[in-house]
T-cell receptor, first 111, second 115 residues
């Protein structure tokens, strides 16, 4: 089926380092959402991007949606231990009513 | 998320047994979803429902069944036909979007294991 690919699968950084996860689709996305799942928890909605080339910021988090609406990224500046968790992108493909989730990037941080 | 309640938190299934996972929401959301999460993997859609008395298969519906008799409730039954049911099951709900998607709100999940 149609997939949304996310890389890397795992990322370990030192506290204070930056972190980026990338999301790619072979099909144009209507929009893309980002979620964070803390260890042992459930996914929590972070943000949604809809427009081509859109960039949104939430404090140290920067979200981008590609010009072709086929890729997206989440960048965290100067990671903190509270950033630990798995970050998922989820795309809405064309006219479909459902979201397709990427495999997630698990972020661990060395304090 | 306080608006969605999943129960039980842990569930054990015997061979050949059907089990039902509960999902209730008080957010007045029209749409509800069931996902399966396996270790190191993303969320895979089992079933979803956009309105009462209607539901659609997701990507991995085989071995599962659902009902949507009430707006607030979307129970998932894991049947004996599901040969590998051990996983973390997440229920979610959202407002019905007209064009763009609406954020999904997740419950705390049910962890199902085979005895």
């Amino acid at each position: 089926g149609q997939q949304v690919m996310q890389i890397p699968q795992y990322q370990h950084v030192q506290e204070g380092e930056d972190f980026t996860t990338y999301c790619n689709s072979s099909t144009t996305l209507s929009n893309i959402q980002w979620y964070k799942q803390r260890p042992g928890g459930h996914p929590v909605f972070l943000i949604q991007l809809v427009k081509s080339g859109e960039v949104k910021k939430q404090k140290r988090l920067t979200f981008q949606f590609g010009e072709a609406k086929k890729n997206s990224s989440l960048h965290i500046t100067a990671t903190q231990t509270t950033d630990v968790g798995t970050y998922f992108c989820a795309g809405k493909l064309g006219g479909a009513q459902k979201l397709v989730f990427g495999q997630g990037t698990r972020l661990t941080i060395n304090p | 998320d306080g608006g969605i309640t999943q129960s039980p938190k842990y569930l054990f299934r015997k061979e050949g047994q059907n089990v039902t996972l509960s999902c209730e929401q008080n957010l007045n959301h029209d749409a509800m979803y069931w996902y399966r999460q396996d270790p190191g993997q993303g969320l895979r859609l089992i079933y979803y429902s956009q309105i009462v008395n209607d539901f659609q298969k997701g990507d991995i519906a085989e071995g599962y069944s659902v009902s949507r008799e009430k707006k607030e409730s979307f129970p998932l039954t894991v049947t004996s036909a599901q040969k590998n049911p051990t996983a973390f099951y997440l229920c979610a709900s959202s407002m019905q979007g007209q064009g763009s998607s609406q954020p999904q709100h997740f419950g705390d999940g049910t962890r199902l294991s085979i005895l």
